[in-house]
């Protein structure tokens, strides 16, 4: 029998994510996916600037970096190329110290996640290896049995993650139950590879061509989406013939212009998980949540649960807080995937129009708002929803990310980015000496670091208060005196079982 105090299920984006963040606090962790190797074929090609900044926590941005392209438009053109909506990011400063978006290549990503989980020991990945099922599920803890080459094995953890994806056998193991958004929309995916980008689309376009609703998305260098949205008529098996998607390609590539490297057939729906814990089992990334692509989010919300996930697995094993400090997980997640798959959704319903009169009058309405809008910076992901309840200590800037400076130096003249600077765990910022915690990182700005840019002065300022009690996960706890939000800190630690 293994013992371990984390056992995650999948070892997908969502998986490799958390495993390296727990690596990385130094948890025992045994990691089970079924697969061999990392997946080869792309799903996500998006992902925001608070995820690159989860990938530099992890020591792996520039390793993701040359895998990238940062894409600021978004259009979305009705038949006759009329533009129904404009989404552009440029000049918009994200809080995160990254660019607002970047376009990227997936298994060049995994490949990074999994080299950086090699470096932790503490970490055991089996590859080739399947979760059977749970056995018990406690509040002491899960007993489960994992299969490899036909033998079974039994683990016993403090806690199961479940990340392994929309089938999940630890979803359908624990309360399984799923409620559907009721959007199911059937779609070609291929993507291809380009010799040069001479003539292709620079930027990410929704056509919402009645006739055959596509969308053109730009990857990493060369590389590009094609996504096509099947017809009642058709089925899976006619849209993935190579002559079908030729014929498909056609109005937008020259011949022999691009190669195709993947093709897939895919239902987009909504869904999320009605319980993301019971006891000592949890659900991370595509097990606790489904949403259609079109804003790009699916994968950045389960990175998301992994980094929120993280610190609070590691305040709960190192004796730190009350395993109570796990429901905070669901209650700071789900009001954020909600709000990013209804969003996905609206915009899916506005691409998803294949009756020809309701086409026109949707390209009208919009045209028309488009018309009395003001030109300007738009943002498809305006200031990302913060965390609205859980972990938290209300007050002014509570549950927003804290930006971080590019431009960080401390008084023994390191230079760079405001987390590389400071590392993990709790900070409190503050412009005053004084005392803290033992597990809170006491930061006096304009002494242990100062932000040339003077924008993390102006941020507390702009709070009205002396200091900021931050997250291991970059969300704001509360803004207050310091003394205040560390009692704050010590009596939301010890949340009542
Ligand atoms: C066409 C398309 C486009 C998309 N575009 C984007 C985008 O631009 N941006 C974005 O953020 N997201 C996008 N997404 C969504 C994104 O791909 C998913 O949200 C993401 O892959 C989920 O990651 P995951 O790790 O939760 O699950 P998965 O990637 O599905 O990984 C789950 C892993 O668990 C393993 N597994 C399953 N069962 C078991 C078991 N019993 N035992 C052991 N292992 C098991 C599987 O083999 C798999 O490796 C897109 C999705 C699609 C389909």
Redesign the pocket.
């Known amino acids: 029998m293994i013992e371990t105090e984390i056992l995650i ?8 994510t958390l495993a390296a963040l727990l690596g990385k606090a130094g948890i025992n962790t045994l990691v ?4 061999l190797d990392v ?1 080869r074929y792309p ?5 925001d600037h608070e ?1 690159m900044r989860i990938w530099q926590k992890l020591g792996i941005a520039e390793a993701v970096l040359p895998w990238t392209r940062q894409m600021y438009e978004y259009e979305f053109r009705n038949a006759a190329g009329d533009i129904l909506l404009r989404f552009d990011q440029r000049g918009i400063e994200a809080p995160s110290g990254w660019a607002p978006s970047y376009m990227f290549h ?1 298994p060049a990503l995994e490949e990074a996640l999994r080299k950086r989980v090699e470096d932790f020991p503490t970490v055991e990945v089996r590859l080739g ?4 099922s749970i056995d018990r599920n406690d509040a002491n803890g899960i007993a489960a049995t ?1 299969s490899a080459d036909g033998k079974d094995e039994q683990v016993c953890a403090r806690f199961l993650i479940g ?8 979803r359908r193991q624990i309360d399984g139950e799923l409620f559907d958004y009721g959007f199911d929309e059937p ?1 070609l ?1 291929i993507d291809t590879l380009a010799k040069h980008e001479e003539g292709l689309p620079p930027f990410g376009v929704q056509s919402c061509d009645p006739k055959r609703p596509t969308t053109v ?1 730009p990857m990493s260098p060369l590389r590009r ?1 094609w ?1 096509f949205m099947l017809k009642p008529d058709e089925t899976p098996d006619t849209m993935l013939d190579d002559g079908k998607i030729a014929e498909l390609l056609k109005p937008w590539v020259k011949p022999g212009q691009v190669e195709l490297v993947r093709k ?1 057939v ?1 239902r ?1 729906h909504g869904l999320v998980a009605k319980t993301w814990r019971n006891k000592s089992v949890l659900l ?4 606790a949540h ?2 259609p ?1 079109f804003m ?8 998301r649960d992994a980094d929120n996930l993280a610190w609070k697995l590691e305040a709960v094993l190192r004796g730190r807080a009350n395993a109570a400090l796990l429901d905070t997980y669901q209650q700071e997640r789900e009001p954020q995937v909600r709000q990013i798959i209804e969003g996905a959704i609206a915009m899916g319903r506005i691409v998803c129009v294949q009756d020809e009169q309701a086409a026109r009058m949707r390209d009208q309405g919009m045209i028309a708002a488009r018309a009395a809008k003001p030109a300007g910076a738009n943002d498809p992901l305006p200031g990302l929803p913060g965390v609205r309840a859980g972990f938290l200590h209300p007050s002014p800037r509570t549950g927003e990310l804290l930006p971080q400076t590019t431009a960080a130096r401390t008084a023994d003249g390191k230079h760079g980015k405001l987390d590389d600077i400071l590392g993990d765990g709790f900070w409190l910022l503050t412009k005053q000496a004084t005392t803290t915690l033992s597990h809170v990182k006491l930061v006096v700005l304009g002494h242990d670091v100062t932000d040339e840019t003077g924008r993390l002065d102006k941020w507390l300022d702009d709070a009205g208060a002396s200091a900021a009690l931050i997250r291991p996960d970059r969300y704001v706890f509360g803004t207050g005196n310091p003394d205040e939000l560390t009692t704050a800190l010590t009596v939301a630690l010890h949340i009542p079982a």
């Open positions: 299920a999948g070892y997908g984006p969502v998986g490799e089970v996916e079924r697969d997946y799903r996500a090609a998006h992902f995820i997936q290896t399947t979760l059977k994992i990340c392994d994806g929309g089938g999940s056998l630890t779609w995916v998305m989406r996504e897939a895919y987009f991370a990334g595509d097990s489904q949403m692509p790009g989010q699916g994968m950045c919300s389960g990175i």
